[in-house]
């Protein structure tokens, strides 16, 4: 392998990423939280719960401190919907309050607030009426973007407006759309108050056929692309709203109803026709349990775990990209090897500076995550850059908190060989 030194614009945004429920601790008023508790599928599954999970709700300002110190130019994280409304129409002034501090440290220690609307939790009185799966209900959505905007819209410097609901099963098809047309009202009901770019944050899932000839594969994996990715695309290009298992609808405000693309990129899916699922398996998981420590019964984090890294599955989903600016919302390895992790952000680092000289006006990273947190039902796999004590709450940079603060101050990536 090898990698000349390159250097990005001096636009470019260096950061990273977090989102409430994973790190604040204590989200009661959610629906996940409810079902953490409750919902006996997620038991059985081997799934546990956030409780305090990195306890920044309470350790915000060492962590905005901890930020600064590493060099971070933008720090993309959520304002809890549900802690700002944990009932319907009633406003908890004290966590706004808590909210506001927040963002005005970053402000003032020259972070870029990057603000995610809606980062998969939602109020539990919002499920309670049906959440996404009523049409009806995105004017909820769209009252609150008004709310957010009046209250952020002048220090915000970006809003995400929900994250990754373009994937997910063709069954919920209804509830994708209504999510996709809530980032839209959204991002229309933020413009009067704020002048921040607005997008979303897309799950980057990349495909590819398990077999490069064969018919099928090669069908499937279009197949596959269009109802995860491209379906979306298309909507916010043509207002044209085109999905499979629903009849296509023309909405003119989706179009061109967010400034920039946001994305999301991990890995690639190898797309296989002759599976009921399409997806063929990842590496046999027992070999992958042993490298990454997972414990058994704990199918979350064996999820998570890959042990391959393919920064060109981040380069092709950039370059479909070029007719709006665009910002890498996540990107991050997981595991305890950080010599690992520096190499894959290096790799994937340099996939966003190839997408940059085909073209492509990617303005940031946010690497994935800051702190190690809870992931949906685990602490045991790692994103951070910093680890995190689960018992004392103790963050200690890792050395790829020091490498990248490095880059930060450079903005060149070393050559690689
Ligand atoms: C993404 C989620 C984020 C985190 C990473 C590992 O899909 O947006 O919250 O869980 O995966």
Redesign the pocket.
């Known amino acids: 392998m090898s990698l000349n030194a390159l250097t990005f614009p001096d636009h470019f945004l260096f950061g990273s990423a977090t989102?409430g429920h994973?790190i604040e601790g204590d989200n009661i008023h959610c629906q996940e939280w409810y079902d953490e508790h409750h919902d006996e599928r997620r038991k059985a599954a081997g799934k546990g719960v956030s409780g305090k999970a990195c306890n920044h709700w309470e350790l915000y300002r060492q962590d905005v401190d901890l930020i600064a110190d590493l060099g971070h130019q933008a720090y993309r994280f959520s304002i809890e919907w549900s802690r700002i409304e944990p009932a319907e129409g009633q406003r908890d002034d004290a966590a706004y309050r808590r909210y506001r501090d927040l963002v005005e440290r970053l402000v003032a220690r020259k972070i870029q607030p990057w603000i995610t609307v809606c980062?998969?939790t939602h109020p539990q009185w919002f499920q309670a009426k049906g959440g996404y799966a009523e049409e009806r209900n995105i004017a909820d959505f769209e009252r609150h973007c008004d709310w957010m905007g009046r209250h952020f819209g002048d220090l915000a410097a970006g809003w995400i407006l929900h994250?990754?609901f373009n994937s997910g099963p063709i069954s919920a098809a209804r509830r994708k759309i209504n999510y996709l047309k809530a980032v839209a009202r959204g991002a229309l009901a933020l413009k009067p108050h704020s002048k921040a770019p607005t997008t979303y944050?897309h799950?980057g899932h990349y495909v590819e056929p398990l077999r490069k000839t064969d018919p099928l594969d090669r069908a499937a994996t279009e197949w596959e692309d269009w109802r995860t990715n491209e379906w979306v695309l298309h909507a916010f290009r043509t207002g044209e709203i085109v999905h499979p298992g629903v009849d296509a609808e023309n909405c003119a405000w989706v179009k061109d109803a967010i400034d920039w693309w946001g994305l999301?990129y991990?890995r690639r899916h190898i797309v296989d026709a002759r599976r009921a699922n399409l997806h063929a398996p990842y590496p046999a998981s027992s070999a992958r349990r042993v490298l990454h420590n997972v414990p058994p019964g704990d199918r979350k984090a064996e999820h998570?775990a890959v042990d391959e890294m393919y920064p060109d599955g981040l380069l092709s989903l950039l370059l479909r990209r070029k007719d709006k600016p665009v910002i890498i919302t996540?990107n991050g390895y997981v595991g305890d090897d950080d010599t690992e992790r520096i190499r894959y952000i290096q790799l994937h680092l340099a996939a966003v500076h190839e997408a940059i000289r085909q073209g492509v006006d990617v303005r940031g990273y946010c690497y994935?995550t800051t702190m190690d947190n809870f992931?949906?039902g685990t602490f045991v796999p790692r994103?951070g850059m910093v680890h995190v004590d689960f018992e004392t709450f103790q963050r200690t940079p890792k050395p790829s908190a020091y490498w990248y603060r490095d880059l930060i101050q450079r903005r060149t990536l070393e050559a690689m060989t």
């Open positions: 989102a994973q980062h998969y994250n990754e944050a799950g999301n991990y998570l996540e994935w992931e949906w994103f």
